[in-house]
């Protein structure tokens, strides 16, 4: 059968009619249903928080479960709101209020038939409504009462509510009052000469130089690598008596040339007279009288038999460069702290010596540190290590030979401009603790958050230190933060969000009177974040405990209240704390 062209139009016409009544037949909201009760966690999240306490202690511990754990992702799971019957490309307005006091968490202008809702609160009713083409539709559903509040800040990590969890009396701590984080901004860090300074500076010249000698350096060993016979250990022939001098600074760029320049060990050295020392154990180690509080110079003239290298040991506690008959064979001044961590215990390096007179020279920070440094002679040590270690360092000191220091700069803001708002309108953040230490804070002088947000600057301690006096002291400061009402509502952080930061909230959440189990798993989901295995329970967490286990008290509530007390609170201060916390 054909059909003509006029049918065809016709038919197409009713069609497109037909879907268009149906699209406007009646705004109806899909999902969630009306009443319904909703995750807010995934059931990867779930899981792991109903595990019994040992199986979860069990499973924290092992490396390859906390990869899958990690995979679960530190953030909430967001609610897909859907609704229909409209027409597509339709603007429409989407509202989410907080139950019974209709408080707006959410709003937004689309033309999707869908969003995504984030961060909602546990165990808490909502209202959600949707208006277009003058129509409007409201629904209800619940959260989940499953602890813990995950909160999505992007660029922030570790971010929950302390709040969510049932306390003394059965009543559910409040959420929205008070966060837990990782730092707002990162740590300070390293800032360096950049190339126009570095050339405005004239250091490019000799830096050109150094290169050249580290490669020629580096090319030795190669050699060496490709045939070890050639690489000849010396007899050591180091003695335990150095000449020091107390330097107390760094030397200069002119200095240091005039120090490539020796060639026997002066009686005054920049002005500075000469001292003899003597290593104090059979391991090399150095104990000096009075601790110098700079860098000091250690010199020592030495015979070899011929020409090769002497293995050394140098103490890894300290920051050294060493200079073998004028060239710089070894140098951490320079470079960056993460070089210093390639090597762990001690820093073995060849020497390289010639037959005849040697002079070695090496600068030694000390950190005003009694024990200033060691240089111990290590024959045994297998050439291959020797080779690598070298062959390591050159590579490390090629790498980072024109990021020359200028200082440290303040760490980079975390939360965006475009998340700022979020935090301070509707988190409503009005007091930020920073829980780190000076110079992770360098620069610092306000909140990340911006001027109308408070910063309380108290670098605290963690596990086992909180029972230090310098651990008692900070969180004494700390407290007295959440005993104001008008600091609400506060986020706490170090930069991590887990050692500080955990050993705060577990005092907190103990005074509240949050579950032992819960005070576990609040310092635990961290671990949807760190993978690393060595973060566990033995190693962190139970320092925590059992330093408040041998305080006085019937059970670890009491113990922890008593600590408080012992601070010089009293019991109308912790009753103050829990009105404004518990619902």
Partial sequence: MRF?????????????????WAEQDGLRLTAPADKATVATLSEGQKAYVSMPRKER???????????????????????????EGIPTGTKAEVSVYRLPDRTRVFHVETTEKSVQVDNLEIARDYEWRVTANGKSQAATFRTEDIAPRL??????PNVRDLGGRIGLGGKRVKQGRVFRSAGLNDNAGDDYLTEAELKASGRMPALDKEKQSLKASQKRIHAFQKNPGTFKLV????????????????PTDAEQAELA????????????AAEQVEASSKHGNF????????????????????????????SSSQTASIRMNGEMVYDLFRISNKVRRF????????????????????????????????????????????????????????????????????????????????????????SDIDLRSDGECFGMTGSPLGPSVTWFHYSSSAYGGMQTETGRQAFKKVFRVFLDEKNYPIDFHCIAGQDRTGAVAFILNGLLGVSEEDLYLDWEVTGFWNENAGFNHKNRFDHLVNGFQKLKGENL?????????SLGFTRADIEKFRSIMLE
């Fill in 287 to 314: 104990h000096l009288a009075k601790p110098a509080d700079k860098p000091v110079v250690f010199l020592q003239e030495f015979d070899s038999d011929s020409d090769g290298y002497l293995s050394v040991a140098i």
């Fill in 557 to 565: 509530h009491e113990k922890i209240e008593n600590y408080v007390l």
């Fill in 57 to 83: 202690v069990d499973f924290f511990a092992n490396a390859s479960k906390r990869k899958k754990m990690r995979a679960l992702g530190y953030y909430p799971q967001p609610l897909k709101l859907v609704w």
């Fill in 261 to 272: 320049r020796l060639t026997t060990v002066p009686a005054t050295l920049f002005s500075v």
């Fill in 343 to 430: 090597e762990y215990r001690d820093r073995f390096i060849p020497l390289p010596v010639k037959q005849g007179k040697n002079l070695i020279v090496a600068i030694v920070d000390t950190q005003k540190r009694e024990r200033a440094w060691r240089c111990t002679p290590s024959p045994a040590e297998p050439v291959t290590r020797l080779l690598a270690n070298a062959d390591k360092y050159l590579q490390y000191r090629l790498r980072y030979l024109y990021r020359v220091y200028k200082g440290k700069k303040p760490g980079q803001n975390r939360v965006s401009e475009t998340t700022l708002p979020y935090v301070l309108n509707v988190l409503g953040i009005k």
């Fill in 151 to 156: 909160i999505r800040i992007p660029g922030v």
């Fill in 235 to 250: 007899k050591n022939g180091l003695k335990s008596k150095w000449t020091m001098f107390r330097l107390g600074r760094t």
């Fill in 4 to 20: 003509g062209k006029e049918w065809v139009r016709y038919v197409a016409c009713v069609l497109v009619s037909g879907i268009v």
